[in-house]
């Protein structure tokens, strides 16, 4: 079993940069796949960003790419999504999801864990 907790929301300019936090419990941490997710008013949830492992393959939504980056520290079960460049589009509540399989958080269906979400709002 993991346990996913965010941190790191809040309110942002747009233009503006925060950084999410995801801290998963347990001793295997280092043995997921983890990713970021979104879900804005009125919309589906929808994949932002995924990295391996061993944090050497990352993948992005193309409406993040060049602007987000998601890297991971094993040592601290922590994995964090730089995002730089916010737009008021990016504003959603940002889910924390991980699974042995990096396929299965890239492609978003039957992802073993999540979060509770953190809220970030971008204003204009």
């Known amino acids: 079993q993991v346990q996913l907790v965010e941190s790191g929301g809040g309110l942002v300019q747009a233009g503006g940069s925060l950084r999410l936090s995801c801290t998963a419990s347990?001793?295997?941490?280092?043995?997921?796949?983890m990713g970021w997710f979104r879900q804005a008013p009125g919309k589906e949830r929808e994949f932002v960003a995924v990295?391996?492992?061993?944090?050497?393959?990352?993948y992005y939504a193309d409406s993040v790419q060049g602007r987000f980056t998601i890297f991971r520290d094993n040592a601290k079960n922590t994995v964090y999504l730089q995002m730089n460049s916010l737009k008021p589009e990016d504003t959603a509540v940002y889910y924390c999801?991980?699974?042995?399989?990096?396929?299965?958080?890239?492609?978003?269906?039957?992802?073993?864990?999540w979060g509770t979400g953190t809220l970030v709002t971008v204003s204009s």
């Open positions: 999801a991980a699974d042995v399989s990096f396929t299965t958080l890239r492609e978003g269906s039957g992802v073993h864990y």
């Open positions: 347990g001793r295997t941490f280092s043995t997921y796949a």
């Open positions: 990295i391996s492992w061993s944090g050497g393959n990352t």
